[in-house]
């Protein structure tokens, strides 16, 4: 069983250091057992645009969107060397996969395709359902902000909110708007800042950091 699903942000991938960021998640790679699942980023982006322009149909945005994360996928794997890449059910299996994975979706998606084609479902509602598809506990989004910041504050800027309920997720803008229909009630799940790799390795040391929970 994966120790956690690390749902790699888009932004976070096309950063200008995601070759630093990048090494430290593969010496975590190396202690505990992790699915690594890449965002859409600019790739998504251009698929975006082209539906604007084009009117394409959902189903062909859905599935070009889905490649585009693929292709973040081969990113990601190609910047930490001896991390595998996985595309089929098989990788719920933890007897067939003994050590942390980057997953590449468009197989596996093809064969369940569980969600909605819809511009309101993105890869953080995906990897909601990985979660639960695999039997994975902890999913961690790592973003482009450090977390959820409270709404309606009189502080500028607002305090970071350490943790949060469902229903405040889905008031603010951080995640899709189909992710809290999607979390699983037995997954436990963290927003944190993906350009603080440091963040990451104490969440899964300690089981807490700087960013937000979600109750």
């Not at 932004?11 to 859409?40: M, T």
């Not at 405040?168 to 189909?178: H, N, S, T």
Request: charge should be negative.
């Amino acid at each position: 069983m994966f120790d956690a699903l690390i749902k790699v942000g888009g932004s976070v991938c096309h950063g200008p250091h995601i070759k630093e960021y990048a090494s430290q998640w593969a010496a975590l790679a190396g202690r505990y057992r992790l699915l690594f699942l890449a965002g859409g980023g600019l790739f998504a982006d251009q698929v975006r645009a082209l539906d604007q322009h084009l009117d394409l149909n959902d189903d062909a945005a859905h599935w070009m969107a889905i490649a585009a994360m693929e292709q973040n996928g081969y990113l990601l794997a190609d910047l930490m060397p001896g991390i595998p890449l996985i595309s089929d059910v098989g990788f719920r299996m933890s007897d067939l996969n003994p050590k942390s994975s980057v997953l590449l979706p468009y197989s596996l998606l093809r064969q369940v395709d569980p969600l909605p084609h819809s511009w309101e479902v993105t890869s953080d509602s995906l990897a909601a359902w990985l979660a639960g598809f695999a039997g994975i506990k902890c999913l961690i989004l790592l973003k482009d902000v450090p977390g959820v910041y409270a709404t309606g504050s009189p502080f500028t800027p607002p305090p970071l909110l350490a943790e949060v309920t469902r229903h405040q997720l889905d008031q603010v803008e951080v995640v899709d708007p189909f992710f809290v229909k999607t979390l699983p009630g037995n997954v436990q799940c963290w927003i944190i800042d993906g350009r603080e790799p440091q963040r990451l390795a104490e969440l899964l040391q300690t089981g807490k950091t700087v960013g937000t929970r979600i109750n």
